[in-house]
């Protein structure tokens, strides 16, 4: 088994980004080929939309990255920021919680003892 080396490496700037057009590089932005948001996507034209979609598991991280990016300009970089971001964080610290001791409500029932 040989191993080879992926197109682009973890800590590596993407492969579509140009210094020279896009100016400084921006995490939260994609810079590939721009496409209509889904938004604005017939149901007839959905299917074509999707395949034209990386489902690739890299890709799916980049995905990722991008969006917490995206979240952290909008409300933890910010120098005069809310406590949006508070409450955010305590929001889903209690989902997550709350999910992982999901049995433990489940099994206990409320009876109505006479």
Known sequence: MVWEAPNSRIGDYPAEYNQKVHGPYDPARY???RDTPLGEVKLGELQ????????HPRAMVQC???ATWRWRHKYV????SNAAFLYQFIFCTSIFYYTINYKKFWDH?????H
């Open 64 to 66: 990722a990255s991008r």
């Open 77 to 80: 970089f910010p120098v005069r």
């Open 109 to 113: 029932a409320h009876y109505k003892y």
């Open 48 to 55: 074509k939309w999707l395949g034209r979609r990386n489902f």
């Open 31 to 33: 810079y590939g080929p």
